[in-house]
Nanobody
Framework: QVQLVESGGGSVQAGGSLRLSCAAA????????MGWFREAPGKQRQGVAG????????YYDDSIKGRFTISRDDAKNTVYLQMDRLRPEDTAMYHC?????????????????WGQGTQVTVSG
């Protein structure tokens, strides 16, 4: 059963915006943390943002703080990543992941469920 499905990626110019969505199965969504991670060629997987689905507490990596916003819609079991003022260095495959444990963006191994990812390409 597919538990996490991302959408919303695409190609934009630097300074542009994109909104990523992650639709989760209900039992997956009820886990403690829904996170966004990204992988760029030649780089390690990086935690970008996370949200505690029970309390709404959010977490951000310093590299995107002030530009990206994570939010959730409990009625749709969906988590969003609003990305503004995009930079070429934001180019990566973005994955949604879920964990029954508290959000720790530095530890992707704590997230047992992963989506297939959606590509974000920023040019300019």
């Amino acid at each position: 059963q597919v538990q996490l499905v991302e959408s919303g990626g695409g190609s934009v110019q630097a300074g542009g915006s994109l909104r990523l969505s992650c639709a989760a199965a209900a039992d997956t969504y009820r886990t403690s943390c829904m996170g966004w991670f990204r992988e760029a060629p030649g780089k390690q997987r990086q935690g970008v943002a996370g949200i505690h689905t029970n309390y709404g507490i959010t977490y951000y990596d310093d590299s995107i703080k002030g530009r990206f916003t994570i939010s959730r819609d409990d009625a749709k079991n969906t988590v969003y990543l609003q990305m503004d003022r995009l930079r070429p260095e934001d180019t990566a495959m973005y994955h949604c992941a879920s964990s029954p444990r508290p959000c720790v963006l530095e530890a992707p191994e704590r997230y047992p469920n992963w989506g297939q990812g959606t590509q974000v390409t920023v040019s300019g």
